[in-house]
């Protein structure tokens, strides 16, 4: 048996999460929650109490979908770009990257080598702006 250098209990061979993680590994143990989740949905499906409740929350969450819509509007799409970018690309100054989503979509080629080629252009950036100043 595996065993995880994480806090654990005195007994325990591993951690709560690596102990999760090697359940969920095992396909035994994927198909016995499935049959037993599979086996709960059908029967609480039997409940017309069960049914008019989900068929309520769905409704209701298909209103609020409709009535929102802001997800569609095209400054909503833009700061979620912007967002994006900023997490993502956080190491990549900002003038440049338009330039590194070029290199990747149009070049083809890969994120650590659209990567170097960024920042080469930066780090010659930067010398030619301290060689002018």
């Not at 969920?24 to 016995?32: K, L, T, V």
């Not at 969450?61 to 900023?86: C, H, N, W, Y």
């Not at 993502?88 to 080629?117: F, Q, V």
Request: aromatic share 6%.
């Amino acid at each position: 048996m595996v065993t995880c250098n994480h806090p654990k209990s005195a007994k325990a061979k591993r951690c709560r999460s690596c102990n999760c993680k090697a359940q969920w590994a095992d396909p035994h143990f994927r198909a016995r929650k499935a049959r037993s989740n599979a086996a709960t949905l059908a029967k609480l499906r039997q409940d017309p109490a069960f049914v008019e409740r989900e068929k309520a929350r769905q409704a209701e969450g298909l209103r609020k979908m409709i009535a929102s819509r802001r997800q569609q509007e095209p400054d909503v799409i833009a700061r979620r770009v912007a967002t994006f970018r900023s997490r993502k690309l956080g190491w990549c100054p900002p003038h440049l990257r338009d330039e590194y989503i070029h290199i990747m979509k149009n070049k083809h080629l890969s994120a650590e080598r659209a990567r170097e080629i960024i920042l080469a252009q930066w780090d010659a950036e930067l010398s030619r702006r301290q060689r002018a100043a």
